[in-house]
Every structure is written in C-alpha cells, then in structure tokens.
C-alpha cells in the first residue's frame, strides 16, 4: 500500500510523543532545591551566612533563606500568614510561647554568655556591673519580654545590683545599636554580638559568677511543607561541621541530647 501524506504525519506525531519525555528528562525536567526559610535571631546573622553556605555544599538539594527579627516579628509567619520552616530563638523561653507552632523538641544549637558593651575606648571607665548603677550612666537594656532582656535580668540578680536602664529595646543587636550611635553609654550583649561591630564599640567582661550563657534552641515549624528537610538542617546544625563555625564566631557547643 502506497505511503499516504495522512500516514506519515501519523508516524511523525507518534514519534515525537515517544521523544518529549526523554527531551524533558534531559532538560530542565526535574525539580529544583528545596527552599527552606529560616526565621533567626538577629544574634545569629554572621554566623547563619556561613553555615548556609557549608550546608549548601554538602546538601545542594535544599537551598537556605533566612529571616532575621525578634519572636514578635515573626509571629505572623508562625500562624501560617507568610514562609517559616525553621524557627530560632536567642532562648526556651521564647520556644516556649511559640510552642503551638513547633513540630517535636527544640534542640539547643549553640550558645554564649554576656559581656557589657561600651564605647571605644570605654570613655566612661566603665569597670563591671556595679559601675552600671551610676545615676548619670545612660545604660541601655533589653526589655523584660525579650530573650536578651530576660538573660540581663538574671546577670543583675546574680550580681545583688538594680539597673536603671534609659531605654529597652528588642534584642541585643539593638542595645549594640545604641552604644556603636552614642545613644547609650553602655548595654549588656552576647559576648559573639561584638565580634561583627569590630572597633566600633569596647567591652567589659562580667565574671563567671555572675555571667549568664544564653542558649540558641532551633526547631522545625508545625504543617509546612519541608518538614522533614527542616528536621534534617537542625540536625546538621548540631553536627561537628556546624559546630566547628560556631566556635569560630565566638560560640560555645550545645549540651549533648540525653
């Protein structure tokens, strides 16, 4: 039978639906990273910069965005209003008020003690905590609702000392703020907040005794999406390749999971 025009447009269309699978295995077919978005304290910028790009190394399947503010910041993103997988905190405490949206234990990443920030050069001759009950000392805190605001309070009741404090603010990056802008005269930070401000401010060390060491807990947020690649990055995150960038950012390493 002669090859009718009608039969070789038959063969022709059979021929390339056989081949359009193949074309998009080979080109661009398959799904790109997973996109995980990391809601963190601000304490954490400097450090999450270059885990997210060690994680990215070693797992380029999940790429890492993250989201720097206070707990209050996020809430919105925690209800479901906006992307949030993985949740940071400076301290329990605030895991803990964010408990309904948290899938399993938080687990503790990193943590660090305090120290007071003061101007370059501590112009105020500054000395220790005592030094911060000056009545013309303009001493800069984190309010009683936040995580830094809670660690400060607990280094002022170790210490016997009452703090009258000119201002209080959110995190400790934001009383760093104040004493790098000369707003305040002094402020009470993660000893690992001074590392990124450089010459920009001094600081005083507060004795062991007296010191607070402020844990990071991280956990996976309820009902998204990349749950379980959530639960895998935290998990890294307390591995010793993560653990090895801490402690070069000035952290110190998590108590063991019992």
């Not at 304490?43 to 720097?68: C, D, I, M, Q, W």
């Not at 400076?90 to 503790?108: C, F, K, N, V």
């Not at 984190?142 to 603010?169: C, D, N």
């Not at 007296?210 to 749950?227: I, K, L, S, Y």
Request: with cysteine; proline share 8%.
């Amino acid at each position: 039978m002669p090859d009718s025009p009608r039969r070789r447009r038959l063969r022709a269309s059979t021929a390339l639906l056989v081949l359009l699978p193949a074309l998009g295995a080979g080109c661009g077919g398959s799904p790109g990273p997973e996109t995980l978005t990391v809601l963190a304290t601000p304490s954490l910028k400097e450090v999450f910069g270059e885990l997210g790009t060690a994680y990215g190394h070693v797992n380029p399947k999940v790429r890492l965005r993250f989201e720097f503010g206070a707990l209050h910041e996020m809430a919105g993103r925690l209800s479901g209003q906006g992307p949030g997988d993985v949740l940071v905190t400076a301290d329990t405490a605030s895991m803990e008020e964010a408990a309904d949206h948290l899938a399993g234990r938080p687990r503790i990443i990193a943590r660090s003690a305090l120290t007071i920030a003061v101007a370059p050069g501590n112009p105020h001759r500054v000395r220790g905590l005592a030094d911060l009950t000056r009545p013309r000392l303009r001493v800069v805190v984190g309010a009683e609702s936040v995580p830094e605001g809670r660690y400060t309070r607990q280094v002022f009741a170790k210490a016997g000392l009452t703090v009258r404090s000119s201002a209080k603010v959110i995190s400790a990056r934001a009383v760093l703020s104040r004493v790098r802008a000369g707003q305040a005269d002094a402020g009470v930070v993660f000893v690992t907040d001074l590392r990124p401000a450089g010459i920009a401010v001094s600081s005083v060390p507060i004795p062991a005794a007296q010191n607070v060491t402020g844990a990071f807990p991280a956990a996976a947020v309820r009902g998204r999406d990349h749950e379980e690649a959530a639960h895998a990055f935290i998990s890294w995150l307390t591995g010793p390749a993560a653990q090895r960038v801490f402690h070069k950012h000035g952290f110190t390493a998590p108590e063991p999971d019992h």
